[in-house]
């Protein structure tokens, strides 16, 4: 028998003690797997990890109607082309922005749309060389 407090805490009757160490680590958290059942969420999960990570995290903030969503999302693969759908995805989900107007609308924008970037990260723009003039130039009168 082992002693006391050498591996695990005192508890009251009837409560447990666990030591993670005993185990090799912390326990993993459960993680339920996405079961897609109509044609939308089969079309949506074909595009990838990112449509499971944007389906998950949708799915978790309590959107409406997500399976209308989603059928709608994954028809503007055949409009704007996967990639440029990937990236949309990425960006509604960085911003949570779950519904396919959102994602529309991130395409709308195109390319040129800054992408996300965490927090203190420098934002460098490169600004276009200008001519440089002296201060006389600009006066109305000559000086005397």
């Known amino acids: ?3 006391v407090g050498a ?5 009251g009757p009837g ?5 993670d160490a005993h185990y090799g680590g912390h326990a993993r958290v459960p993680a339920r797997a996405i079961r897609p059942r109509t044609p939308a969420e089969i079309a949506f999960l074909s595009l990838g990890p ?3 990570a944007f389906l998950r995290a949708a ?5 409406s109607r997500l399976g209308g969503e989603l059928a709608l999302i994954a028809d503007l693969e055949r409009s704007h082309g996967r990639e440029p759908l990937l990236a949309a995805l990425e960006r ?3 911003h949570r922005r779950f519904r396919a107007a959102d994602v529309r609308s991130i395409l709308a924008a195109g390319a040129g749309v800054p ?3 965490e927090p203190g990260a420098h934002l460098v723009i490169p600004l276009p060389a200008v001519p440089v003039r002296p201060l006389a130039a600009y006066a109305l009168e000559p000086a005397s």
């Not at 409560?15 to 030591?19: D, F, K």
């Not at 799915?59 to 959107?63: I, M, Q, R, Y």
Request: overall charge positive.
């Open 1 to 3: 028998m082992e002693p």
């Open 7 to 11: 591996w695990r805490a005192l508890v």
């Open 15 to 19: 409560e447990m003690s666990l030591v």
């Open 50 to 52: 990112v449509a499971s």
């Open 59 to 63: 799915a978790a903030s309590g959107t």
């Open 92 to 94: 509604a989900l960085a």
């Open 115 to 117: 992408r996300h970037r």
